[in-house]
């Protein structure tokens, strides 16, 4: 059930608009000013539009467009006038908001951050993309972690960008934190629309999780972004599904009471609990080693593919950068 799209909302429900943003150009400081306004109007709009919403996501690059610009002069700070729009915005409309930046570093690439704003207009969630859509995207690698933050009615919120949602490990890990409302932004175009879908699917299933998930969407005479704003239910099924229609915002209700419920009272299927107690039928409380050599090797900085001699993209020059930085 998702409350006809949200619009009838139950005490324990949180409800989501997902903002299928208009894909922007964005080239000049003023650029970006532009865009910033256009972005609090659509947190209004989506107040006007369904008065229950309670949180309201936009797309990765929500300000800037495909272009993987770095220019100084459009990148953001945290405690920059942008930020502080969004969080005045919030406030306003007593609605909490996902929003992202591209936000400035002095000692290296920019990183891609989202921001969780809660309707007081304070930062709940500050956290920088683990995974950039390499060898397509310059930005920096988080250095964050993966955090998790308290949310409306008892939820618990984070934050996979883009990338970050193709892989299982970090959906796993927001889990673990936590998290029972996993959000996903991302500029994804066409191609990765089937990716998409089953990946949102696959992330809410294995970890008794909702998935929430929004692209940009339209065109800049160039890319072609997909839109396809997902409310996923914690069993894999798709409870909402959106268009290709740019400016278009998502809406339906979750439910993270159920969610917990689910978490606490399943046991088949109950992946999450499972993977650190193997076997618990046959052993008291399971097995809780970590049997995968990958983990292994990831945590002594030995992660080495059996064909990793063989790999022909490992930096970014193909699609127009420069050699990587030394670490």
Same mark, same amino acid.
């Given at each position: 059930?998702?409350?006809?799209?949200?619009?009838?909302?139950?005490?324990?429900?949180?409800?989501?608009?997902?903002?299928?943003?208009?894909?922007?150009?964005?080239?000049?400081?003023?650029?970006?000013?532009?865009?910033?306004?256009? @972005? =609090? #109007?659509?947190?209004?709009?989506?107040?006007?539009?369904? +008065?229950?919403?309670?949180?309201?996501? $936009? *797309? !990765?690059?929500?300000?800037?467009?495909?272009?993987?610009?770095?220019?100084?002069?459009?990148?953001?700070?945290?405690?920059?006038?942008?930020?502080?729009?969004?969080?005045?915005?919030?406030?306003?409309?007593?609605?909490?908001?996902?929003?992202?930046?591209?936000?400035?570093?002095?000692?290296?690439?920019?990183?891609?951050?989202?921001?969780?704003?809660?309707?007081?207009?304070?930062?709940?969630?500050?956290?920088?993309?683990?995974?950039?859509?390499?060898?397509?995207?310059?930005?920096?690698?988080?250095?964050?972690?993966?955090? @998790? =933050? #308290?949310?409306?009615?008892?939820?618990?919120?984070?934050? +996979?960008?883009?990338?970050?949602?193709? $892989? *299982? !490990?970090?959906?796993?890990?927001?889990?673990?934190?936590?998290?029972?409302?996993?959000?996903?932004?991302?500029?994804?175009?066409?191609?990765?629309?089937?990716?998409?879908?089953?990946?949102?699917?696959?992330?809410?299933?294995?970890?008794?999780?909702?998935?929430?998930?929004?692209?940009?969407?339209?065109?800049?005479?160039?890319?072609?972004?997909?839109?396809?704003?997902?409310?996923?239910?914690?069993?894999?099924?798709?409870?909402?599904?959106?268009?290709?229609?740019?400016?278009?915002?998502?809406?339906?209700?979750?439910?993270?009471?159920?969610?917990?419920?689910?978490?606490?009272?399943?046991?088949?299927?109950?992946?999450?609990?499972?993977?650190?107690?193997?076997?618990?039928?046959?052993?008291?409380?399971?097995?809780?080693?970590?049997?995968?050599?990958?983990?292994?090797?990831?945590?002594?900085?030995?992660?080495?593919?059996?064909?990793?001699?063989?790999?022909?993209?490992?930096?970014?020059?193909?699609?127009?950068?420069?050699?990587?930085?030394?670490?």
């Amino acid at each position: 059930m998702s409350g006809l799209g949200g619009l009838n909302k139950s005490p324990n429900g949180v409800v989501i608009g997902l903002v299928q943003l208009q894909l922007p150009v964005t080239e000049t400081k003023e650029d970006l000013k532009k865009q910033t306004e256009k @972005v =609090c #109007e659509m947190v209004r709009k989506a107040k006007r539009f369904a +008065a229950p919403i309670d949180l309201v996501v $936009f *797309p !990765e690059y929500m300000l800037y467009g495909l272009s993987m610009s770095m220019n100084d002069e459009i990148m953001c700070d945290v405690d920059g006038p942008e930020v502080e729009a969004f969080k005045e915005v919030c406030k306003e409309n007593n609605i909490w908001g996902c929003f992202s930046i591209m936000e400035r570093n002095p000692n290296g690439n920019p990183y891609n951050t989202g921001l969780i704003i809660d309707n007081k207009g304070e930062i709940k969630l500050n956290y920088r993309k683990l995974h950039p859509w390499v060898p397509v995207e310059p930005w920096g690698p988080g250095d964050k972690g993966l955090p @998790v =933050c #308290e949310g409306l009615n008892g939820s618990t919120l984070d934050l +996979a960008i883009c990338h970050d949602g193709m $892989f *299982p !490990e970090v959906s796993r890990e927001l889990a673990y934190k936590g998290a029972d409302i996993i959000l996903r932004t991302a500029g994804y175009t066409a191609p990765i629309r089937h990716s998409w879908n089953i990946t949102n699917q696959a992330n809410a299933f294995c970890n008794l999780a909702y998935t929430a998930s929004i692209a940009m969407c339209g065109t800049d005479g160039t890319n072609d972004s997909m839109g396809a704003g997902t409310i996923i239910n914690f069993d894999g099924v798709p409870l909402i599904e959106g268009s290709n229609k740019p400016d278009e915002i998502i809406t339906g209700e979750v439910r993270p009471d159920l969610a917990h419920e689910a978490r606490t009272h399943w046991a088949v299927e109950n992946n999450i609990y499972q993977l650190g107690h193997r076997g618990y039928v046959a052993v008291e409380g399971g097995m809780n080693d970590a049997p995968y050599t990958y983990m292994q090797d990831l945590q002594n900085g030995e992660y080495k593919l059996p064909w990793e001699d063989e790999i022909v993209h490992t930096d970014g020059r193909a699609y127009g950068f420069e050699k990587s930085r030394k670490k």
